[in-house]
């Protein structure tokens, strides 16, 4: 499986896909099938800090 750092980080934080699809602007689906292969190390390090971001501002509502 491809992207499981991604994977695993949206499962604890408790992000969802579709949250992160907003935030880039994109559809849930186009998320989705961006995981399906290995991401290259700058797009990765970006969806990792936007969940970090995301599950920051879960935390504060």
Known sequence: MANIEI???LAE???KQYEV???LKI???SFSR???NELPTEEKSLILQIIDELSTKK???
């Open 7 to 9: 994977r695993v980080k």
């Open 13 to 15: 934080t408790g992000v």
């Open 21 to 23: 699809a907003e935030y």
């Open 27 to 29: 559809a849930e689906t």
């Open 34 to 36: 961006k995981l399906r």
């Open 59 to 61: 935390e504060t509502v």
